[in-house]
């Protein structure tokens, strides 16, 4: 009896084992075939993986309100890692400097919140050059603009930059939620959401009431901007469309029956998620998740992003 257990269980044990071998192994994907990772993601991996994006916010932010980052404001949240390249202060008129400066301290504590709840890694290298920019810009119209694009030359191109930000982290977290095992994991992902589509929002909103004035110099409405911005993410992520502009064609509006479109959303104006492999393809502006660049010049941090870098 005793003998019948003990075989039996060594036989389920075999069993688990060539199984988690076999699953194992099929993570190996080579990225080059575009294949999608498999990799079981634990709530660690998957909370630690929004820090690359909330570095980046709060260094933005921070910079665009301030003219300094994390270094001055909260150095222990960096945990030594470089200092944002190219980041500067902006041309805000007094609205948009106020809210941008309020973004950029709520980042500082969705940083502490996650650091609290996961170990985190140090700030990656980020790129926020005007340059930066300008090349997603650029890529986004399909040729370059002259003069190249400035993020922080006044509050409107400030904020068509913001149009590219808290929106990429918006999609990770409602793509990580349903993955979520622990309901503390649950509760953070669910209050950072809350506040990034708020700065979303806020971000639309402002962007809306000028939608159809021209970004100077270049004779281009600001909705045209966003389209252009939205189908360029679309069209990196691979992931069909989960990103609209703000004026779109009537279908695409809510329900059919408005072009302005304030707020992105499904059929039913259910936010879109995307997947962490999405998001890398958009950020490193390369549409591959293993070939860092854009604004993660060595690419992002974590785990996640880590074992994709890996296989390049
Ligand atoms: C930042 O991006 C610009 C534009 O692509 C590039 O010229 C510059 O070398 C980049 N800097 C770093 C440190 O990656």
């Known amino acids: 009896m005793a003998m019948a257990w003990f075989t039996s269980t060594t036989t389920i044990t075999t069993f688990i084992l060539f199984f988690l071998l076999l699953y194992s192994s099929s993570i ?60 500067r202060k902006a041309n805000l008129d007094p609205l948009t400097r106020d809210v941008i400066l309020q973004f950029a301290y709520q980042e500082v ?30 890529h986004a119209f399909g040729k370059p603009l002259v003069p190249p694009f400035d993020p922080y030359a006044n509050s409107i191109n400030y904020l068509i930059a913001s149009y590219m930000v808290p929106y990429i982290g918006l999609t990770g977290y409602v793509g990580a939620n349903p993955k979520l095992q622990a309901e503390t994991s649950k509760r953070l992902v669910a209050g950072l959401l809350a506040v990034e589509s708020g700065q979303d929002a806020v971000i639309r909103g402002l962007l ?20 252009k911005i939205s189908e360029l993410r679309n069209k990196l992520g691979k992931g069909g469309v989960k990103d609209e502009g703000l004026i779109v064609p009537l279908v695409e509006g809510a329900e059919g029956k408005v072009s302005g479109n304030i707020l992105a959303g ?47």
């Open 109 to 138: 504590g969705h940083l502490r919140a996650i650091k609290e709840a996961v170990t985190g890694f140090p700030r990656p290298l980020l790129n926020l050059s005007a340059a930066s920019f300008a090349n997603v810009i650029n």
């Open 28 to 87: 190996l994907v080579e990225c080059t075939q575009g294949l999608i990772s498999s990799e079981p993601t634990g709530d660690v991996d998957l909370l630690e993986f929004p820090l690359n994006l909330e570095y980046l916010e709060a260094e933005f932010f921070l910079w665009g309100a301030l003219g300094h980052g994390l270094d001055q404001v909260a150095p222990q949240l960096t945990q030594g890692g470089p200092p944002p390249f190219g980041a």
């Open 266 to 312: 499904d059929q039913n104006s259910i936010a879109y998620d995307r997947t962490p492999e999405e998001i890398l393809r958009i950020v490193y502006g390369s549409g591959d998740e293993c070939v860092p660049g854009g604004f993660y010049p060595k690419g992002a941090d974590g785990k996640i992003a880590r074992s994709l870098l890996k296989r390049n």
């Open 208 to 227: 809306y009431q000028r939608a159809l004035s021209r970004v100077k110099p270049y004779g281009v409405s600001v909705a045209e901007f966003t389209n």
